[in-house]
Each structure stands twice: as structure tokens, then as C-alpha cells.
Nanobody
Framework: QVQLVESGGALAQPGGSLTLSCAAS????????MSWIRQAPGKERELVAV????????DYADSVRGRFTISRDNAKNALYLRMDSLKPEDTALYYC????????????????????WGQGTQVTVSS
């Protein structure tokens, strides 16, 4: 049973920064592309950032490109999301998610390829 546990969500001011973490277990972490997905109240889920299993490639939604950085530490089975220049529209529940394909070099930016999610961590950006 895949386990993904997010942490680091908090209340932040506009222009501020936060770093989210995800602890992964019970699967071969380094062999899967991972992502951060968010959902705000009343809005559709949004794929925010992805990183390949080997960590060599990343991609971002246009809404966060240049402000957010996804990274991973395969030795620690950990995924991170550094969020800078936060905006009120970044307010959402942020989920860590695992791609369905076992391939450390596989790249995808499709929300429907992520069947396994954590419970989420809340990020609120407000003054």
C-alpha cells in the first residue's frame, strides 16, 4: 500500500515562501515520476509540478513557473516543493502524488496518470 504523507503547509503572506515536504514509503520511490497537485475550494484540481524518478527533468504549470521548484531526495524517499513569491491564488490543499508507471526516466504532465495521492497539506496565502 503506497503511503504519501505531506507536511509544511501553513498560513503565509503574499510574497512569502513555503516549502512543502512529502514522505513516501512502501514503494520503489526512485523509479516513479512524482508530482504536486493542488485543489482550491470550488476549483478543479491542478497539476502544479512534476519530476522524473531519476530527478533529471521537471515541469511546471504556467501558473507557478518561475516561482515554484520541485525537487526530490531519493536516498530519503522525499519529495519537496519550494514555493516563492506566493500569491493569494496559490491558496489550496496541496497533494503529493505518485505516477502509475514504473520507469525512472518516464516523463508525463497528465493529471490522470496519478492514481495515488497523500492526504494533503493546506497552504493559505493571505495578509
Amino acid at each position: 500500500q503506497v503511503q504519501l504523507v505531506e507536511s509544511g503547509g501553513a498560513l503565509a503572506q503574499p510574497g512569502g515562501s513555503l516549502t512543502l515536504s512529502c514522505a513516501a514509503s512502501k514503494f520503489a520511490f526512485s523509479n516513479y515520476e512524482m508530482s504536486w497537485i493542488r485543489q482550491a475550494p470550488g476549483k478543479e484540481r491542478e497539476l502544479v509540478a512534476v519530476i522524473t524518478g531519476a530527478g533529471g527533468a521537471t515541469d511546471y504549470a504556467d501558473s507557478v513557473r518561475g516561482r515554484f521548484t520541485i525537487s526530490r531526495d531519493n536516498a530519503k524517499n522525499a519529495l519537496y516543493l519550494r514555493m516563492d513569491s506566493l500569491k493569494p491564488e496559490d491558496t489550496a490543499l496541496y497533494y503529493c502524488a505518485k505516477n502509475r508507471r514504473f520507469d525512472k526516466y518516464y516523463y508525463s504532465f497528465r493529471l490522470d496518470e496519478y492514481p495515488d495521492w497523500g492526504q494533503g497539506t493546506q497552504v493559505t496565502v493571505s495578509s
